[in-house]
């Protein structure tokens, strides 16, 4: 009966999406996407804040003369 157990806690360890290729591929693929979606939120507020001190500077540009 031991066998029985050890052979089904095999197969459920057999069925888990690391353990084969494609499982482990998708999960690398999904972390991938989160990163780069996480990269574009980083540019975009980069962006803004590139956008903020140019208008700031061209503000500051005609008083300066």
Excluded: W
């Excluded at 459920?12 to 780069?36: F, M, N, T, Y």
């Excluded at 990269?39 to 300066?64: F, G, T, W, Y």
């Amino acid at each position: 009966m031991k066998k029985f157990y050890v052979i089904i806690l095999l197969a459920l360890a057999a069925c888990r999406p690391q353990s084969s290729p494609e499982g482990r591929s998708k999960i690398r693929d999904e972390k991938l996407q989160e990163e780069v979606a996480d990269l574009k939120n980083q540019m975009n507020a980069i962006h803004d804040s590139v956008h903020i001190i140019r208008k700031e500077l061209d503000e500051l540009k005609p008083n300066a003369r």
